[in-house]
């Protein structure tokens, strides 16, 4: 059974990321960076599709029901453009849950709940805030989800969830993929077990 390919793009900027605040299922629309970097990581689709040569217009695209991933997935299609709205949503590609953390800066996190931050410094992989996820399982709805795709496919989604996908197809491990940062405006390709990033 042949693998399928992801083309992964990460969300564009919000103002909360450029803040250093957590996210999660926050719905924070994207900045004027983050709309840039959506277009460009449209111009480099583009480039692989013509490089490996694919027809843009016949894979499947699906994103995250978030607000800054739906935002991403339509200014990328104008950029190719595809129909704006032509793509499916996933709930499964949802960020991670932060729980009583959302909205809170990491230095905020430890000082509002210490004990709980200081055990999930030790294990960012298993350890969740109130409320909120563990990266374990958000490895389990990705493996899901990567499982469920029957060809080639363009997903818009998020840092946590490129993280939790790189452990679920053993690229990386919990502890290498806890540190990574997943770079907006870039192109990230899941192929033949490994990974490739454009920017």
């Known amino acids: 059974m042949s693998v399928p390919t992801i083309y992964y793009l990460r969300h564009g900027e919000t103002e909360w990321n450029a803040l250093g605040r957590l996210q999660g299922n926050k719905d924070v629309p994207l900045n004027a960076r983050g709309r840039g970097q959506a277009v460009q990581a449209a111009g480099i689709l583009a480039d692989l599709f013509k490089r490996d040569g694919r027809d843009k217009a016949a894979l499947p695209y699906v994103s995250s029901p978030l607000g800054r991933a739906r935002s991403t997935m339509e200014l990328v299609r104008g950029k190719l453009e595809l129909p704006a ?3 499916s949503l996933d709930d499964r ?5 932060y729980g009583s953390w959302e909205g809170l800066t990491l230095a905020e996190s430890e000082a509002f ?14 350890v969740a805030p109130a409320g909120g996820e563990t990266y374990a399982a958000v490895q389990q709805r990705m493996l899901d989800w990567y499982e469920s795709r029957l060809v080639d496919t363009v997903a818009v989604a998020h840092g946590g969830t490129a993280r939790a996908l790189m452990v679920a197809l053993g690229i990386e491990t919990p ?21 490739e990033k454009y920017s």
């Open 175 to 195: 502890a290498s993929a806890a540190e990574l940062y997943i770079e907006q405006g870039a192109v990230y390709v899941f192929r033949d077990g490994r990974l």
């Open 93 to 97: 590609l949802r960020e991670i849950g």
């Open 113 to 126: 709940d210490p004990e709980v931050y200081a055990r999930r410094l030790a294990d960012k992989w298993t």
């Open 85 to 87: 709205m032509d793509y």
